[in-house]
């Protein structure tokens, strides 16, 4: 017996059903059944501008039509080669070219499939370098899913809730949260911050023991916190005090997103290792490793790899990426658009009592929302009203920070001012309507 296939909107109805809670129960669950540029389409007809970018991995806007005909091309020739035993040429030029462009001269690359994958190689990749077995990260942040991943993660402590017991030998630092800390000003806050390290190597493991630190320079779901660049030059210093490498994860701050090709140019402080993804290969799965030579060079062979891992689908996708962020001009227009929705926002910021913080870098921009009359006390009931009255106006957002507290606005990179204008008037009315 033949059984009729249900229709899309019926499949929605069942996706709890079909699909694991934690993989199908988050907001809003759009039946997207087109995305182009900037907008997504549902089921219904219904536009939306995608201030999300697909959680920043479609940097380029979706679907460009560049990177879609490089992917097709390659899909026509060989969809998969597992590397080692095939060689395809789309693979070896995105690593050449990669390192061609790096900060840092990390020009030796390992591929995998995701952010969480490179930054789980990243940290066996520094404890094999090194034969030490510490790992630093820091309060608020987000590395993924995976166990490596999660286990030095802390936005959010139901993220690591039941996957216990962790890798062991991570330890956690604070970041400088400006806004969020009693210090005076931002550089004593970055101040307070280093004390935390020192007082871990004080009290809790010896530097001669730590292979990384590990770091976000803009931290993502911790709620794109901004650290004062002083706190990352002092980070490097450290390391090179101590022969300890630093680790930048920059999967979401990358290709562009912090208005240069990397949060590293953005602050002037070279990494010994890069975590990349999201947007290396807008929307394709494509995570990357990189590091120096020298260092890459001491993971000798069968101490790492993968199957799918540099898919040469998604490194010619990455190829179409590059040459659309250069020819574009997308690092030029990241920064102008950046600044005018940094302006506008701090102006919305003098008109609401709901905002308490407007932060950004680029095109990696946030709003901090607080009680009015409660001092900063986070408002994450106030974040739900205007994601949902700003979805009903046509933008899509997503929240973040450990509070939930924080709306994200990380449009493409490709975006239009007349574009940009649009989605930032439906945001601003759905915070003008909101009360406490």
């Known amino acids: 017996m033949i059984r009729e296939a249900p229709t899309f909107e019926e499949l929605i109805e069942r996706r709890h059903e079909l699909l694991a809670p934690c993989f199908a129960q988050d907001w809003p669950n759009l039946p997207v059944e087109l995305a182009a540029g900037v907008y997504l389409y549902d089921s219904w007809g219904k536009r939306y501008l995608d201030f999300l970018s697909g959680f920043g991995a479609c940097n380029l806007g979706h679907n460009h039509p560049k990177v879609v005909a490089a992917a097709r091309e390659q899909m026509e020739r060989m969809v998969h080669a597992p590397i080692g035993v095939s060689t395809p040429e789309s693979t070896l030029r995105l690593a050449w070219e990669l390192g061609q462009i790096m900060p840092g001269e990390a020009n030796m690359f390992f591929f995998g499939n995701s952010g969480g994958e490179a930054v789980d190689g990243a940290l066996k990749l520094a404890r094999y370098v090194t034969g030490r077995p510490g790992i630093i990260a820091f309060l608020g942040g987000f590395h993924g899913r995976t166990m490596g991943a999660i286990s030095v993660t802390t936005s959010k402590v139901r993220y690591r809730s039941g996957h216990d017991p962790f890798i062991p030998e991570v330890y956690f630092a604070r970041f400088p949260y400006p806004f969020r800390s009693s210090a005076p000003d931002p550089e004593s806050c970055a101040q307070e911050a280093l004390q935390d390290i020192e007082r871990l190597f004080e009290y809790v493991i010896a530097p001669q023991d730590v292979a990384a630190f590990l770091v976000e320079p803009v931290q993502g779901e911790g709620g794109y916190v901004i650290p004062p660049r002083s706190w990352l030059l002092a980070l490097r210093q450290l390391c090179d005090q101590h022969g300890i490498l630093l680790i930048f994860d920059e999967v979401q701050t990358g290709f562009g997103r912090t208005g240069e090709l990397f949060a590293a140019q953005t602050f002037g402080v070279d990494p010994d290792i890069f975590c990349l993804a999201k947007g290396i290969a807008n929307g394709f799965p494509l995570g990357a490793i990189a590091a120096r030579r020298e260092i890459m060079q001491a993971w000798g062979p069968a101490s790492h790899g993968t199957t799918f891992g540099g898919s040469p689908v998604s490194c010619a996708a990455a190829l179409a990426t590059l040459q659309v962020i250069r020819e574009e001009g997308l690092l030029e227009n990241a920064r102008a658009q950046g600044a005018y929705m940094l302006e506008h926002l701090l102006g919305l910021k003098a008109e609401s009592t709901l905002v308490g913080d407007v932060r950004?870098?680029?095109?990696?921009?946030?709003?901090?929302?607080?009680?009015?009359?409660?001092?900063?006390?986070?408002?994450?009931?106030?974040?739900?009203?205007?994601?949902?009255?700003?979805l009903e106006g046509g933008l899509l957002l997503y929240p973040?920070?450990?509070w939930t507290q924080t709306i994200r606005l990380i449009p493409p990179l490709t975006i239009t001012r007349q574009q940009l204008e649009e989605g930032l008037a439906i945001f601003r009315q759905a915070v003008l309507e909101q009360a406490v």
């Open 400 to 402: 973040c920070g450990h």
């Open 360 to 390: 950004g870098v680029g095109l990696m921009v946030a709003v901090e929302f607080v009680r009015p009359g409660a001092g900063k006390e986070p408002n994450p009931e106030a974040v739900r009203r205007i994601l949902d009255r700003a």
